[in-house]
Each structure stands twice: as C-alpha cells, then as structure tokens.
C-alpha cells in the first residue's frame, strides 16, 4: 500500500507536470472506486486551473482555480503517472485527468480501493479529513503531544502511532522501522511509554519518513513514482520483511506477529 513516503513523492513529481495547467476533461473509465466517483465531476472541474498540490495524510488535495479541491487517494494498490493522451489505456487505468496543453495524469487501482471526491467547501472539513491527527513532519507533532496522546491508552504503542487520529501518514512499515530504531518494543503498551521514549520515538518516525521520501518511498508490489520508477528504501529497511533474518545490531533472529492484522517485526533484545 502506499504510505506518506509514496504518496508524497508522487505528489511532488506529478506537481511539475500540472501546476498551473487547466483542466480540459476528467475521463472516468470506471467510477466504482473504494466510494463511486461522482458523475457530474467532469463537469464540475473542466476549465479549472491546478493552482497546486497538496497533501494531507494519505490523500492528495488537488486545489483548483474556482476554490475547489479534488481529494485523490490512492488505496491500497492505485498509482499515478504522466502520459501523453496518445498512450492507449490499460485494464486498470481508470481515470484520466486531461490538461489543455495534452498532458495526462493517469490513474491505475488494480483493486480499486482509491478513491476522488471533489467539495467546494474547505478541504479540511470534508469528511475524510476533518478527523485527522497532525502531521508528522511538523512541529504539531512532538514528544510532548505522543506523549499526552498515549497516557492512560492500553492499546499497544505501534498501533497508537498507526492512528490516523494521532498522527496521519505512519504507515506499517515505517511504523516497524521508527520502532526499531527508538528501540521500543512494539507490543509494550501506549500508556506504558516514559517520556524520554516518546521523544526518541518522535524523532525516529521523522527520520524515517523523511529518508523514505528522499529515497522516493519503498518499493512494494504495486509501487511506482510517477515517472514508473520504484522508490529505494526497501534496500534500507532494518526490520521490516525480515522475520527469521538477524538483527543488524544483535545478531538474534527477528520475530514476527501479527498486530491489527499487519505485520509486526521486532528484536527481542534490542526494543524493550
């Protein structure tokens, strides 16, 4: 699935391509997304220029000349690349967003669990957003608040961190990592954690999530930047997908569970 790290690079990449283009057509190939794609968008949002491109979490917050906003998220399975309009499309390739100078966002969901929605109404109190925790490469998230956020909460710490309503965009495996790194069991409970943990804890989910980016995301089954090129830090990864492998610090062999259904892997003599 693609996480904060993906979702920025794509948005980053894709900004080139579109920012202050108008919108010539959205070509909704299959509006059976995750939610069904609004069928008068098209109409809503032809002649819009892309002012900019934002995000905020996972979604991606497409702002447009006449105050609108289209929310793209990409789901479990969904990327996006520049084409030329020429391009045929493939099986999955279920939106298009068209500029009058013929550039093409094209947007693949092999399991169409993406979504595009469009408001006129602030972007930050649309429904999908208005819940959302800050962001975590900000100053909003420090220790002070992981700490205060995780007082008296009996559910484990790495699921309190993959809490959208904590914090958004800390994803499985950056979730893994950040542990790892701080040393942290990720079993031990939310409201066990001293502050001095939530300050190292803090700080190495801002490390990893900004290496991630700078390496253009991790490469997982469906993956690519929007260029088609596949992000880097899976070669950087010390914990995650690496059950029964040693541990790069200790030696002793990673051991894996499974928490909220996702997979957890950790060192039992490094993360305590």
């Not at 929310?71 to 390739?93: A, C, E, F, Q, Y």
């Not at 068209?98 to 930050?124: C, I, K, W």
């Amino acid at each position: 699935m693609p996480e904060l790290p993906e979702v920025e690079t794509t948005r980053a990449g894709i900004l080139a391509h579109l920012a202050g283009q108008h919108i010539k057509t959205l070509v909704i190939r299959n509006p059976n997304l995750r939610w069904p794609v609004p069928l008068d968008i098209s109409a809503l949002t032809k002649g819009t220029r892309i002012e900019n491109i934002a995000r905020r979490g996972k979604y991606l917050l497409f702002q447009l000349s006449n105050q609108g906003t289209l929310i793209w998220h990409l789901g479990m399975s969904g990327s996006m690349r520049i084409d030329t309009n020429t391009v045929p499309p493939g099986k999955h390739d279920h939106i298009d967003l068209v500029t009058r100078n013929g550039t093409t966002l094209r947007y693949n969901d092999p399991r169409r669990f993406g979504s595009l929605h469009y408001t006129e109404e602030p972007a930050d109190t649309h429904p999908l957003l208005s819940h959302l925790g800050p962001e975590p490469l900000t100053l909003d998230f420090n220790s002070d608040y992981l700490f205060k956020r995780s007082r008296k909460r009996s559910l484990v710490i790495k699921t309190l961190i993959m809490d959208s309503k904590v914090v958004v965009g800390v994803g499985n495996i950056y979730a893994n990592e950040a542990l790892f790194n701080a040393g942290i069991h990720p079993l031990k409970p939310a409201g066990k954690i001293s502050k001095l943990a939530c300050e190292k804890l803090t700080k190495e989910i801002k490390y990893v999530l900004t290496t991630a980016i700078k390496q253009g995301g991790t490469t997982l089954r469906d993956f690519t930047n929007s260029d088609g090129k596949p992000g880097y830090f899976s070669q950087q990864l010390k914990v995650y997908g690496r059950a029964g492998e040693p541990c790069i610090v200790c030696g002793k062999s990673l051991i894996e569970k499974r928490v909220s259904q996702r997979a957890t892997v950790y060192c039992t003599r490094c993360q305590r």
